[in-house]
Nanobody
Framework: QVRLVESGGGMVEAGGSLSLSCAAS?????????MGWFRQAPGKQRELVGR???????NYSDSVKGRFTISRDNAKNTVTLQMNNLKPEDTGTYYC????????????????WGQGTQVTVSS
């Protein structure tokens, strides 16, 4: 089965930096599109952080523009989120996502999600 495995995260003081990575593997992956990141704070809905569009352009939420950067390695099916100048309001569980097309008609192409990794920013 396809899996998205995240790494990174942790605790940092406001103004600090963290990096998250995510790798897609397993199943019969033929194509990976729209890799990116969402986050969810306690008591709030999951929201977009940054994600590549179908055309490969990065799309960020206004709250992280200029501070966060997503990058990807197409050959390795990985995506990285570099977070700089972190703020307490960036605290939450960060989820990797990707739209994955498998080389089989048995599993339809769909969005997949990682298990989530915690980011905590102290003031």
């Amino acid at each position: 089965q396809v899996r998205l495995v995240e790494s990174g995260g942790g605790m940092v003081e406001a103004g600090g930096s963290l990096s998250l990575s995510c790798a897609a593997s397993g199943g019969r992956i033929w194509r990976v599109e729209r890799m990116g990141w969402f986050r969810q704070a306690p008591g709030k809905q999951r929201e977009l952080v940054g994600r590549f569009t179908h055309s490969g352009d990065p799309n960020y939420s206004d709250s992280v523009k200029g501070r966060f950067t997503i990058s990807r390695d197409n050959a390795k099916n990985t995506v990285t989120l570099q977070m700089n100048n972190l703020k307490p309001e960036d605290t939450g569980t960060y989820y990797c996502t990707a739209y994955i097309i498998e080389d089989t008609a048995f599993y339809p192409a769909r969005d997949h999600w990682g298990q989530g990794t915690q980011v905590t920013v102290s003031s």
